[in-house]
């Protein structure tokens, strides 16, 4: 593995779905505005991107998308009245996500698809190797996924996916990578990738999960990717030819995560997530712990 890899700064974060799953919540409100505590889901994934030394973040966005660019945003008035006040706490705490990165938009118009999203952030990345983070997917902050991802990227070049082992049963609903061990503890090389499987289909039970750090290759894989599973341009798609074809982009490897991951996409584990990390906080968990202690052993 050579050193000669570029180092990455900029991550895409793809943020134009419907989030139908959580209708009526999100008729009017983007789905990742949906609060985990009390932060909305995005921040945490943008909280993730920065923690692994990306700084500069590209969110493809769509229509009903504002109050995404109005969080990352100053908001002026609202500083005015919490430093008239002299509440400085949650003064710091508004202007945390303002300061948090550089944000940069673009809209992706047609949803096409994953695979299409991505395409979208290309003039904006430009030829440098980058990341990619999917908003339903939150990655709990003590199990740092996006770094190791980083690492391997800057080692041996070209893409890295996240994977996780799933229950057989699970892995029609995600990408599936055919896997073959290399000299490292905990990160393979992906010879193949199928997006959603049919179960006797699957190549394993490797399951990506929305980090990806990718190879510019890949916008050119894009142009040429034809519409795949349900219809849609598939980064899964992409990453196969990649895959195929070490000549095109670099390799693909994958680094398998074992930590904390949850769903918010999913209703049960968005609840999850909230009990969990509430359950954790300093501030608000002694409280919170105690009382859910005596609701599930008292009123269940
Ligand atoms: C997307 C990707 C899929 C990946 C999943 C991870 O699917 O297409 O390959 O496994 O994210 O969350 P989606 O869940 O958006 O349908």
Not at 215 to 230: M, S
Request: hydrophobic letters at 40%.
């Amino acid at each position: 593995m050579s050193e000669s890899h570029p180092r990455i700064s900029k991550a895409v974060i793809p943020a134009a779905g419907l989030g139908t799953r959580f209708l009526p919540a999100t008729k009017a409100t983007p789905k990742e505005m949906l609060p985990v505590v009390d932060k909305p889901a995005i921040q945490y994934v943008v909280e993730e991107a920065v923690g692994a030394g990306l700084s500069d973040v590209l969110m493809v966005t769509g229509r009903n998308k504002r109050p995404l660019e109005d969080h990352f945003d100053r908001n002026y008035e609202l500083e005015e009245a919490l430093s008239r006040k002299g509440d400085a706490a949650r003064l710091a705490r508004v202007q945390e996500s303002s300061d948090l990165a550089t944000m940069h938009y673009v809209r992706q118009g047609d949803p096409r698809g994953l695979g299409h999203a991505v395409l979208c952030a290309a003039p904006h990345v430009g030829e440098q190797p980058f990341a990619v983070l999917l908003g339903d997917d939150l990655i709990d902050p003590r199990d740092p996924l996006l770094s190791r991802m980083v690492d391997v990227r800057e080692r041996a070049g070209g893409s890295v996916v996240a994977l996780m082992e799933v229950e057989p049963s699970q892995v029609h609903l995600y990408g599936c990578a055919a896997v073959e061990a290399t000299g490292e503890d905990g990160v393979v090389r992906v010879t193949g990738l199928v997006e959603k499987p049919d179960p006797a289909e699957a190549p394993s039970n490797y399951a990506i999960i929305g980090r990806y750090v990718l190879d510019p290759a890949v916008f050119g894989i894009l142009r040429e990717t034809g519409p795949g599973r349900g219809g849609e341009i598939q980064l899964t798609d992409a990453l196969e030819t990649l895959a195929a074809d070490e000549a095109i982009g670099g390799p693909v490897h994958g680094v398998v995560f074992k930590g904390r991951r949850y769903d918010t996409g999913d209703r049960g584990d968005y609840l999850r997530a909230i009990v969990r990390l509430a359950c954790e906080r300093e501030d608000l968990g002694p409280d919170f712990r105690a009382w859910l202690r005596r609701y599930v052993t008292e009123e269940m």
